[in-house]
């Protein structure tokens, strides 16, 4: 059974950064697509970031492209996004998801809250 335990989440200010980790098991999770959702109150869940299994190929939001940067540490089983220049348009709750080949992501964290303030 696949676990992601996200973690990083918190209160920043505009302009501040974050970095948010997602512990991943069992190990073969390192050859699944993973990814960065978020859910912002009262909104549907939409993708921030996804990294393939193979060649890391990476691809973004256009909302967080040049600010959010996603990598995996795979001696870790660790996702990581890395959120710089935060706006409050960002606060969301933030969750880590994982899937086998193209299809849906079928595996999700519990979610961690992010909040820019102003």
């Known amino acids: 059974q696949v676990q992601l335990v996200e973690s990083g989440g918190g209160q920043v200010q505009v302009g501040g950064s974050l970095r948010l980790s997602c512990v991943y098991s069992?190990?073969?999770?390192?050859?699944?697509?993973m990814a960065w959702h978020r859910q912002a109150s009262g909104k549907e869940r939409e993708l921030v970031a996804a990294i393939a299994p193979s060649d890391a190929a990476t691809r973004y939001a256009d909302s967080v492209k040049g600010r959010f940067t996603i990598s995996r540490n795979y001696a870790r089983n660790t996702l990581f996004l890395q959120m710089n220049n935060l706006k409050v348009e960002d606060t969301a709750v933030y969750y880590c998801a994982a899937r086998w080949g193209s299809g849906d992501y079928g595996a999700w964290g519990q979610g961690t809250q992010v909040t820019v303030s102003s």
């Open positions: 069992p190990r073969k999770v390192n050859t699944y697509g």
